[in-house]
């Protein structure tokens, strides 16, 4: 792999014009075919086999016209009634019921003593269903809808969309968050290179490679139906991994630079060396993104799809974009004040004596006490994972500045919060059953069940096969309480009644999907452990050093859920990021995150153990092995962990709570993992180990490939290794 990647760098390198101009193309062709062909997003939490979504095939089939996608059309009168505009509300109905995909629009002042209407007359709403997603109504759709409800907003009425409708035309507005993190990257950058070139190069290949990742997401979406998030979440990711690529290819070329490799050469030693490492790293993230597959959800696998294409794309920009970048900066990526010490042939710094590497010495030196130490802080951190709460994020949680938002909180002053989230029930009739009994003897039974608050009269198709009633609890939908009233009317209250049952709807949906998650968990976390170990079994030609990186990473994604959980569901600091109450914790999330952040943190495993490898095969001393390792590497890592944090922190100013979510847990978990896991615990257990860190039992050591990540760098003049120091060097134990 390494002559490959050399070949593939010095040919990018030498035809850098050729190189830089097809990804120009690449990216504009993309772009332009994403706006032609590209399709629309969509949240489906549809899990197949599920009760919900076998109901809901029961209405598509045998009850059509109940089978829509429902949203409500919300009055408000601020002083009066909405009775006392009722001309206005029925025009308004009237003109919703025209727009394209509209099934039906009823009007809430039709039938005298609705449940629609509130007690004091102030608040009333109309139920409208639609025969597509409305998530995928676009702007000029919510346009249409702002026309039709025009007539009751003249009569002085406030009108809100609420449920599905208020997801008409709602796309994310990621811009603000991309153009925040892309500065504050450039910031660091500049700081840690002390040049515009360098630092340029990264953020060119990130902006290359995530348009381009997203224009073939795009491309799909027209094909799978991939989340409304989707686009944002492989934003976010591949932004942070893009840049750090980029940041490890330039400071591995500078290094090797400021030692006098000639530019050309350099660029294809940095292609076989970090480039390796790179693939390495890059296939780990994305093995363990498209291990959400295991999920068995198609919602959540098709998150992983699209993070895991824009991750592959960042990779190909990595592996011949950066070289052909490097190559027209030519010397100017380096800094002026190198270029300057070069001339006056100044020997430049030795990782051993840097203070980063005298910081290694310092851990290695007295392993136990720091390892112990910051295991107790990573528990600690870890703590709130004991109270996680798995649930659903209702309207409820979005801005007040939305529309969705408002009318949940109309709805909810007006009838209570459950009607914000009405349990569809479905009941399909045996052959000869007698409908009409068994519709009341539901209808009974589900009025006396605890957290009921209504059952409204039921709709049977003309065939007299399918009853629908809607259940209206007495609590929110993102409440325990409303999880557990699903629970028991699948299990206790519906069984026995005479017909099939099923409780669908986006609460019931939302129910099955947590608990599908939840169940596949486990399964997600074996297999991205065990696929993660075998690659860097296979990078490293180890056995202890897979395992010791699978439990470390475990120990950072489990104190990243602590502070998740501390934050959003504890409520500690959410007021600052725009979170007015304690939230549960969509199931997806920590799913999410333990994909990425698995993958992220074997990142820096791969960067930092190649160059400690690379020096305890040169030295064959396993404690100045990991002085050399941190001393080359820490500085690197520290400002690609610093501009992750930056550019993830940078999402908190998207208004979905769950990508808030996403942003605060990923950044916490970057920071962990380069601080507290890769400065301290990884140079104690390496220094615990010794040289029994690379061992690797003999027949293993026969079947799996040697990538060598890391190739040495020729020391400059003057700077030959002082051995006088060290144990003599032994090879790797091979038993």
């Known amino acids: 792999m390494n002559a490959l990647l050399q070949r593939l760098g010095t040919f990018a390198a030498r035809k850098h014009w050729w190189v830089i101009g097809v990804w120009l193309v690449i990216l504009i062709g993309l772009s332009v075919l994403r706006g032609a062909f590209g399709g629309s997003f969509v949240n489906n939490y549809t899990v197949p086999g599920s009760q919900s979504s076998d109901g809901l095939t029961v209405l598509r089939t045998q009850f059509h016209s109940a089978s829509g996608y429902s949203g409500q059309i919300v009055f408000h009168a601020r002083t009066g009634t909405v009775a006392d505009q009722s001309s206005a509300v029925a025009t308004a109905m009237k003109n919703v019921g025209k727009l394209p995909h509209v099934i039906s629009a009823t009007d809430p002042l039709t039938v005298q003593g609705t449940p629609a209407v509130s007690k004091d007359g102030s608040i009333a709403y109309g139920n409208a269903s639609w025969d597509v997603v409305t998530a995928t109504l676009d702007q000029s759709y919510l346009d249409s809808m702002n026309r039709a409800v025009a007539p009751a907003r003249h009569a002085g009425l406030q009108v809100e969309y609420g449920g599905g409708a208020g ?144 991750v592959a794309v960042t990779i190909c920009a990595a592996l011949t974009l950066v070289p052909a970048l490097l190559a027209l900066a030519r010397t100017r990526v380096r800094s002026r ?52 709460h798995l649930g659903q994020l209702d309207n409820g949680t979005n801005p007040k500045s939305d529309s969705s938002r408002r009318a949940y909180d109309l709805v909810s002053q007006g009838f209570g919060v459950g009607t914000n989230g009405p349990l569809t029930v479905v009941l399909k009739m045996p052959k000869g059953a007698n409908t009409q009994s068994v519709v009341q003897n539901a209808t009974t039974k589900l009025s006396s069940t605890h957290d009921v608050a209504s059952v409204s009269p039921a709709n049977v198709n003309n065939a007299g096969t399918v009853a629908v009633l809607n259940v209206i609890p007495k609590t929110s939908p993102q409440a325990q309480a409303t999880t557990n009233l699903v629970g028991d009317l699948r299990d206790t209250v519906l069984p026995g009644i005479g017909a099939k049952s099923y409780v669908i709807g986006t609460v019931g949906g939302y129910v099955d999907f947590t608990n599908k998650v939840a169940s596949r968990m486990i399964w997600l976390i074996l297999a991205v452990v065990l696929l993660s170990m075998v690659l860097l079994c296979i990078a490293f030609r180890s056995l202890l050093v897979p395992i010791k990186a699978a439990v470390l990473n475990l120990l950072s994604v489990g104190a990243a ?63 100045r092995a990991v002085a050399v390792g941190i001393g080359s590497t820490a500085r690197v890592i520290t400002t690609a962990a610093g501009i992750m944090v930056v550019v993830f922190t940078s999402f908190v100013l998207d208004s979905d709570p769950t990508v808030k979510m996403l942003a605060i847990g990923m950044a916490a978990a970057v920071l962990i993992d380069a601080s507290i896991v890769r400065m301290v615990l990884v140079p104690a257990l390496m220094s615990i180990l010794g040289a029994h860190a690379w061992w690797l039992p003999r027949w293993l050591d026969r079947v799996i490939p040697d990538l060598e990540l890391e190739g040495p760098i020729e020391p400059a003049e003057g700077e030959s290794v002082d051995r006088t120091e060290a144990e003599p060097p032994v090879p790797a134990p091979r038993p």
Request: hydrophobic residues 55%; contains cysteine; aromatic residues 8%.
């Open 337 to 388: 004040a190198d270029r300057r010490a070069a001339k006056r042939h100044t020997t430049p710094p030795n990782h051993e004596h840097s203070a980063f590497a005298r910081w290694g010495r310092m851990v290695s030196g007295k392993p136990w006490p720091w390892g112990i130490a910051s295991v107790a802080v990573l528990v600690l951190l870890a703590i709130p994972l004991l109270s996680l």
């Open 167 to 310: 997801q008409i035309g709602q796309q994310p507005q990621d811009l603000p968050s991309e153009l925040l993190g892309l500065t504050c990257a450039l910031l660091l950058l500049l700081i840690m290179f002390g040049s515009l070139v360098a630092a340029g190069t990264p953020l060119l290949s990130a902006i290359f490679s995530v348009g381009s990742g997203l224009a073939i997401v795009g491309l799909v979406a027209s094909r799978i139906q991939l989340p409304t998030t989707a686009p944002t979440v492989a934003t976010l990711l591949g932004l942070g991994v893009a840049i750090d690529y980029g940041l490890f290819l330039v400071a591995r070329h500078r290094e090797q630079l400021d030692h006098g490799m000639p530019v050309q050469e350099s660029i294809g030693r940095t292609a076989a060396t970090s480039g390796a490492a790179i693939v390495v790293a890059g296939s780990t993230v994305v093995v363990a993104i498209l291990g959400l597959y295991v999920s068995a959800v198609p919602f959540v696998g098709a998150l992983g799809l699209a993070s895991a294409v824009v």
């Open 561 to 623: 859920y602590g502070v998740v959980i501390a934050v959003f569901q504890f409520g500690w600091g959410s007021s600052v990021i725009g979170i007015d109450q304690h939230l549960p914790i969509p199931a997806f999330v920590p799913m999410m995150m333990f994909a990425i952040v698995f993958g992220l943190s074997m990142d820096y495993e791969v960067f930092l153990l190649s160059r400690v490898h690379e020096a305890w095969l040169h030295l064959g001393d396993a404690h």
